[in-house]
């Protein structure tokens, strides 16, 4: 195994998807790093695999799962952990990252980030699967703030608090989806001051910035997490505040409806000014 | 309610659909049913992108609406049991085969297959280079025991329909001359960069090809009398990617 890889503090990074694999084999983008999603390289004889061996030297790497379905009462899936390990062993990626969710019960999966009841026994139960986990891969894991359209009437904790103790428990480190905390805000009510206060902030490792879309219901309208446009000025203000003190490296995402290279590399840039322009206000506050 | 019983009650909810009744305490900024149905839709809307993706032809051939249905009922009927979604989608040939919805349509189901064979053709990596060197050095002698290697994630397909043709005919928009009672054998060949050629075959060359898969060497065969052309042809176009000498023992494995 290789020396694990490092991601600098203010590294802004893109999500890498596969239109843009031989452009950026080509043209090397300026992206300080890159993070894939670890189930479409599980396949060591296939052609992302090929892809993925050539642009690992050029980029530090983070791999984001989707597929561990942490939150779920099913067993692990010890050929999904396999799987991730064996791809873990070949790039030593600089991180690894889940959900808080879970995404299949009695072994039908959702393709989803479903929601879990934020109780004592929904953190008793993840935190032991973080544990399990990263016992099994010898690696710290991230774990991801999910979105959600809904909020179980019998959590006894929010869900700051719960990452908060999960990452107590469990020793785990967290990545922030700014996005996902601002389209909960307006959906559920939850406190944007509040949760970032509660989330210890020494723990975060990796922060998320996507776009959402809004949807109309007869109800009123929603705010979707589609990852499938450009960062909205909210959520770029809260870049901006998060970043005086949080300088965990920082990702563009963007899951659907992928624009082109440079559209990414745009909003790439432009949370380097943000970064910039969060460390000038510092600065003059100082 | 525990973890446990949530889950179940979620996903009884996911997969019952908007009229079934929901045991589930929840909030948020709708009624409880259409928080649900957003969910219901991020699951069957995911696999309904993932099916069209692999499948564009297929849906070609039947238009968005009537696709939408059959993706919809597959995805209820046959749920994706494992996390990685690459591999959902191998049942949607056969599925589409048992609905009585698409008899009109006798050669969906093979339309399908062959996407699906392309998919996995597309998701092998090409980088053998044939062997020519190692396979001047063989002895004479032993020449005869040579069976030729395809090339990794080669697809053999063999339809009573003329699916390659149909398949080119809907890419080019162009249908005229299709002789709908013929059948086709084709191989399909991983290209490099996440692509994939078809390529036609006769069934002599079919039948040659299948038994190179089956690691029969050249003794067992009846060779045809262009075959040191259709070999150089087949090698140059990757479809032949290698060789191996084929003993008594590895026959017996």
Same mark, same amino acid.
């Given at each position: 195994?290789?020396?694990?890889?490092?991601?600098?503090?203010?590294?802004?990074?893109?999500?890498?998807?596969?239109?843009?694999?031989?452009?950026?084999?080509?043209?090397?983008?300026?992206?300080?790093?890159?993070?894939?999603?670890?189930?479409?390289?599980?396949?060591?004889?296939?052609?992302?695999?090929?892809?993925?061996?050539?642009?690992?030297?050029?980029?530090?790497?983070?791999?984001?799962?989707?597929?561990?379905?942490?939150?779920?009462?099913?067993?692990?899936?010890?050929?999904?952990?396999?799987?991730?390990?064996?791809?873990?062993?070949?790039?030593?990626?600089?991180?690894?990252?889940?959900?808080?969710?879970?995404?299949?019960?009695?072994?039908?999966?959702?393709?989803?980030?479903?929601?879990?009841?934020?109780?004592?026994?929904?953190?008793?139960?993840?935190?032991?699967?973080?544990?399990?986990?990263?016992?099994?891969?010898?690696?710290?894991?991230?774990?991801?703030?999910?979105?959600?359209?809904?909020?179980?009437?019998?959590?006894?904790?929010?869900?700051?608090?719960?990452?908060?103790?999960?990452?107590?428990?469990?020793?785990?480190?967290?990545?922030?989806?700014?996005?996902?905390?601002?389209?909960?805000?307006?959906?559920?009510?939850?406190?944007?001051?509040?949760?970032?206060?509660?989330?210890?902030?020494?723990?975060?490792?990796?922060?998320?910035?996507?776009?959402?879309?809004?949807?109309?219901?007869?109800?009123?309208?929603?705010?979707?997490?589609?990852?499938?446009?450009?960062?909205?000025?909210?959520?770029?203000?809260?870049?901006?505040?998060?970043?005086?003190?949080?300088?965990?490296?920082?990702?563009?995402?963007?899951?659907?409806?992928?624009?082109?290279?440079?559209?990414?590399?745009?909003?790439?840039?432009?949370?380097?000014?943000?970064?910039?322009?969060?460390?000038?206000?510092?600065?003059?506050?100082? | 309610?525990?973890?446990?019983?949530?889950?179940?009650?979620?996903?009884?909810?996911?997969?019952?659909?908007?009229?079934?009744?929901?045991?589930?305490?929840?909030?948020?900024?709708?009624?409880?049913?259409?928080?649900?149905?957003?969910?219901?839709?991020?699951?069957?809307?995911?696999?309904?992108?993932?099916?069209?993706?692999?499948?564009?032809?297929?849906?070609?051939?039947?238009?968005?609406?009537?696709?939408?249905?059959?993706?919809?009922?597959?995805?209820?009927?046959?749920?994706?049991?494992?996390?990685?979604?690459?591999?959902?989608?191998?049942?949607?040939?056969?599925?589409?085969?048992?609905?009585?919805?698409?008899?009109?349509?006798?050669?969906?189901?093979?339309?399908?297959?062959?996407?699906?064979?392309?998919?996995?053709?597309?998701?092998?990596?090409?980088?053998?280079?044939?062997?020519?060197?190692?396979?001047?050095?063989?002895?004479?002698?032993? !020449?005869?025991?040579?069976?030729? @290697? #395809?090339?990794?994630?080669? $697809?053999?397909?063999? &339809?009573?329909?003329?699916?390659?043709? *149909?398949?080119?005919?809907?890419?080019?928009?162009?249908?005229?001359?299709?002789?709908?009672?013929?059948?086709?054998?084709?191989?399909?060949?991983?290209?490099?960069?996440?692509?994939?050629?078809?390529?036609?075959?006769?069934?002599?060359?079919?039948?040659?090809?299948?038994?190179?898969?089956?690691? !029969?060497?050249?003794?067992?065969? @009846? #060779?045809?009398?262009?075959? $040191?052309?259709?070999? &150089?042809?087949?090698?140059?176009?990757? *479809?032949?990617?290698?060789?191996?000498?084929?003993?008594?023992?590895?026959?017996?494995?």
């Amino acid at each position: 195994m290789s020396d694990t890889q490092t991601i600098l503090p203010q590294a802004i990074g893109i999500g890498l998807r596969s239109p843009h694999f031989q452009q950026v084999l080509e043209q090397h983008p300026d992206a300080d790093w890159l993070e894939i999603h670890s189930e479409n390289f599980f396949n060591p004889a296939s052609a992302q695999r090929l892809i993925l061996d050539q642009i690992a030297p050029q980029y530090p790497l983070s791999f984001h799962g989707i597929g561990l379905s942490l939150g779920s009462t099913d067993p692990l899936n010890s050929d999904h952990l396999k799987q991730l390990k064996a791809l873990v062993d070949c790039y030593s990626p600089a991180l690894i990252s889940e959900h808080l969710s879970w995404s299949s019960v009695s072994g039908q999966y959702f393709n989803d980030l479903l929601p879990i009841p934020y109780t004592s026994e929904s953190l008793l139960h993840f935190s032991d699967r973080v544990k399990q986990v990263q016992d099994y891969l010898g690696r710290n894991l991230l774990i991801e703030n999910p979105t959600a359209y809904l909020s179980f009437d019998h959590s006894e904790f929010t869900e700051a608090e719960f990452l908060a103790e999960l990452q107590h428990r469990s020793g785990c480190d967290l990545l922030l989806d700014l996005n996902n905390i601002y389209v909960n805000s307006i959906n559920l009510g939850m406190n944007l001051s509040n949760y970032l206060e509660t989330i210890p902030v020494a723990a975060v490792k990796e922060i998320h910035l996507a776009g959402f879309t809004r949807q109309q219901l007869d109800s009123g309208e929603i705010l979707i997490d589609t990852h499938g446009s450009r960062v909205s000025d909210p959520v770029w203000s809260l870049f901006c505040a998060y970043r005086q003190r949080c300088q965990a490296p920082a990702l563009i995402e963007w899951d659907t409806d992928i624009p082109a290279l440079s559209v990414l590399m745009e909003e790439a840039d432009k949370a380097r000014e943000y970064q910039q322009m969060s460390s000038d206000w510092q600065r003059v506050s100082a | 309610m525990n973890l446990a019983q949530t889950q179940a009650e979620f996903s009884r909810s996911l997969l019952g659909g908007s009229t079934s009744p929901i045991n589930l305490a929840i909030s948020g900024p709708a009624p409880a049913q259409q928080l649900l149905q957003l969910y219901r839709n991020n699951f069957v809307i995911s696999l309904t992108e993932m099916l069209e993706a692999v499948f564009p032809v297929t849906k070609r051939l039947v238009g968005e609406e009537f696709f939408l249905q059959l993706s919809k009922a597959y995805i209820l009927a046959c749920p994706l049991r494992q996390a990685a979604i690459e591999s959902y989608g191998q049942g949607f040939p056969d599925f589409i085969d048992n609905c009585p919805q698409t008899d009109s349509l006798p050669y969906l189901s093979a339309m399908a297959q062959l996407e699906w064979n392309l998919e996995q053709a597309k998701a092998c990596t090409l980088k053998e280079n044939f062997p020519f060197q190692q396979l001047s050095e063989v002895p004479q002698t032993l !020449q005869s025991s040579i069976s030729f @290697t #395809l090339a990794t994630g080669s $697809q053999f397909m063999h &339809s009573e329909f003329p699916v390659f043709s *149909i398949w080119k005919a809907v890419q080019q928009q162009q249908f005229e001359g299709l002789d709908m009672g013929q059948s086709e054998r084709l191989i399909i060949v991983p290209r490099p960069v996440e692509s994939a050629e078809l390529v036609l075959l006769s069934e002599p060359q079919f039948r040659l090809l299948a038994a190179f898969r089956d690691k !029969q060497p050249l003794s067992e065969l @009846t #060779l045809p009398p262009d075959f $040191q052309e259709l070999l &150089s042809g087949w090698i140059s176009a990757g *479809i032949i990617s290698g060789f191996e000498l084929i003993t008594e023992e590895i026959k017996h494995d």
